[in-house]
């Protein structure tokens, strides 16, 4: 209620523009309600008004004006007041603008000039190319040829072989999967541009194993299945063909086209392991475990590496559900204890993830 009567005081006297003067508490208000209450004001604070502007009200103070006459000319000081408050207001307003227009221009000159420093833009050039590849912190002794392998990968020209084994062994922290990827997808490129423009089959074969690597699994099905229609290939070029073909489609879960591939090829060149590997994974993936492990340890004895075994049925375990990846994992290691050990562990970790659970359930 007592905000409504200063806001009621302020405005019988002209001053309802003022914040002071419905402020309780502030000077301008407390010299209004005294001047209300007819009292007299003091020396300080007649100076107040009068600095203010308030002459009306200084005269209305001392008696020297009639009501009447007061109004009129206090209605007068807040017209000049509100209008002088406006002048004042566009005026800030076209100061603020310039000065922010000002400071706009300061900064795109300031990050034009960042842009057209030399050293600046290799340094963000450099950063983009890393965040592209996935590539983190690079060794000060690696750094020159490190990002020169990248900028030339990015630039879409192939690797040297001895760049490519540097990045393999000595950079491996550099050889991560998104350049990977990115160099699979040159080889392949480059060797289906080599197919197509010679009509030698084996550089589709290699094409189509980079072009899986590279995620596109599609292209190589497209382009090994235009390699199989030339007539007069070898069955070891066929069998190359079916086995790779073949496991483009276990890429896109297309498992049993992928096994009649996989049982052509190896009808074609029985002494090779490649199509005894595809037949293991895809069996395996099928649920034929049994069958699986058979495929596979007969392309051990064929002279598949135990390495790139390993390392086939590592991916493959990642890829499936837990409960068939437990039930391979148990046959295997009761089929070979020995020599599928490595397996144990994922076994013993997996108990004692269980374990954990039952533990928090009966707590």
Known sequence: MTRYLHADLAERYFLDDLPGATQLGARLNGILLKIDAGEQVTALQRQFLGMSGL?????????????????????????ARIEEAAVKALKDAAEFS????????????????????????????????????GVGYIESEDYPRAMALLRQ??????????????????????WTDELQKAWHRLEAQALTEAWERTGDAWNAVNASGHWRKAG???????????????????????SALSTTRGGAMRDL????????????????????YRPCTLLGAVLLERGDVAGGHDWYAKAEQMGASRKAIDQDLRSLLVRLPSQERQR?????????????????????SR?????????????
Not at 226 to 233: F, G, Q, V, W
Not at 258 to 272: I, M, N, P, Y
Not at 351 to 363: F, I, N
């Open 55 to 79: 002459h009306a009200l200084i005269t209305l103070a001392d008696g020297k004006t009639t009501l009447g006459e007061f109004r009129a000319a206090a209605e007068q000081e807040q017209a």
């Open 98 to 133: 310039e000065r922010a227009e000002a400071k706009a221009a300061a900064v795109k000159a300031t990050f034009a000039a960042m842009a057209n420093d030399p050293t600046l833009r290799r340094k963000r050039e450099a950063k983009e190319l890393r965040q592209r590849f």
């Open 153 to 174: 990968v990015a630039n879409g020209q192939r690797l040297k072989v001895g760049d490519l084994a540097w990045l393999k062994t000595e950079a491996e922290y550099c």
């Open 216 to 238: 596109e699994a599609e292209r190589a099905l497209s382009l090994t299945g235009k390699a199989m229609e030339r007539t007069s290939l070898s069955p070891k070029l066929q």
């Open 253 to 272: 879960r297309r498992l049993e086209e992928a096994e009649a591939l996989g049982r052509q090829a190896h009808s074609l060149t029985l002494a090779d």
């Open 328 to 348: 391979i994992c148990d046959y295997l290691i009761a089929e070979d204890p020995e020599r599928f050990a490595w397996l144990l562990g994922r076994r013993e």
């Open 351 to 363: 108990e004692r993830g269980q374990g954990q659970v039952t533990k928090a359930r009966l707590a």
